[in-house]
């Protein structure tokens, strides 16, 4: 009887702390690759099965040296995926759909314990086991917990990686740090049950799919204004901000174009990417695009002012005691523009202010017909261009100011999103 209360109430006490049951329910695909931690992983599967959701198991042939496949099918119940080719009665699947199905029926896809040779795999699109495929054929949030000997996670072209796959929307838990099975210490352990769980939690939450059937277009990064074909007027915008909001709003089901600036990041999964150089291109992007977009959200940094003329070849210098004169033009104010021809869109806007921030940002929202306005201060913050957090202050077209405490920008994104689906 106790576990059925624990069971039917909206919270549950797990180790020390209590937690809602996010996991009840839910479909959780497990990966598990080769590696001494795989037997941690029994363990998961039977608090996450404690915890109500319903899992099965992906195991990579070396993780099978390590555990057997009938521990993992009795611990949840299912059948476990080991072969490509393999029969399975948990499926009614054919054999050359089983990776497409497991992928749609799976609300997320753990890979733990992720070992160095899979996280490369996934790196570089390589389908040649069960798991690989399956996450190549999945669209829901992918959480790693990379695990490996210390010095192969420290590696430089491990970190390369895993660096990649954050950019391209993968989640990857912290490693902590400890004594390894080879007597080596540092980083590269799996961590405990309990902040494992806890991670897959938190992503869930934020991925719940609730900006399904909308189409959500983002504008990301700078624009280069040409001076000639080598030089141009640009600014110091990442992109990151923009590819965080497209990134988050495809993990919450909706459908997303990427007009993007020149930026060296990577596209986010699931994610449609149109890039674009100058603020006339971008301009064009969206306007062609705006129509079907239920929200348009303008996180790029577009050029004020751009050259009039550009000239057709490089200016020499040629000894030249004087320098040329450079005459510059308005750009087209996309936001504005935008604002203007909205028909029961969402606008969102950024401003980036180093004085009179508020008053400048009220007068932003006003003047472009914006439904809210992000602003960033350098004052503040001077970390804004490149960082992976930002404070930002949010302002409505009624004049509430609300202020939010510094964040990730994926957790931003999703703050701006929160707002974007309640105005829908």
Known sequence: MAVQRSRRSKTKRRGNRVTE??????????????????YK?????????????????????SATKFVTPMTFSALSGHDVYTDL???????????????????????????????????????????????????????????????????????????????????????????????????LKGPGRLPD???????????????????QKKHI???????????????????????????????????????????????????PRNVERINVESAQQMHEAVAARAKKADAIIMAAAVADFAPEKQAKNKIKKNGATSIPELKLAPTVDILESVGKTKNGHVVVGFALETENELSNAKAKVRKKNMDLVVLNSLRESADVFGSDANAVTFIDKKGKVQKLPKLSKFDVANEILDRVKKLL
């Open 193 to 211: 049950i309990e902040p494992i769980i806890a991670f897959v939690e938190d992503v869930l939450r934020k991925t719940n799919q609730d900006l």
């Open 85 to 183: 080719w393999m029969t399975n009665q948990d499926t009614k699947s054919d054999i050359g759909t089983r990776h497409i199905d497991l992928a749609q029926w799976a609300d997320i896809l753990l890979i733990a314990p992720a070992s160095a040779n899979s996280v490369a795999k996934l790196t570089h699109g390589l389908a040649d086991n069960f798991l690989t495929v399956v996450a190549l054929a999945c669209t829901r949030p992918i959480v790693l917990a990379p695990t490996m000997d210390a010095d192969m996670f420290l590696s430089e072209i491990t970190q390369k990686n895993l660096s990649l796959l954050r950019e391209r929307g993968y989640f990857v838990i912290p490693s902590p740090e400890g004594e390894h099975a080879s007597g």
């Open 41 to 61: 992983c029994c363990y998961l599967v039977r608090e996450m099965k404690r915890a109500g959701a319903d899992v099965k198991v992906i195991m990579t042939h």
């Open 217 to 267: 277009l983002v504008t990301a990064g700078p624009t280069y204004e040409a001076i000639d074909p080598v030089r141009f007027i640009g600014n110091r915008s990442s992109g990151k901000m923009g590819f965080a909001i497209a990134n988050a709003a495809a993990l919450r089901g909706a459908r997303v174009t990427l007009v993007s600036g020149p930026v060296a990041l990577e596209t």
């Open 21 to 38: 049951l996010v996991l009840k329910g839910k479909h959780i695909a497990l990966g598990v690759t080769g590696g001494i931690a795989a």
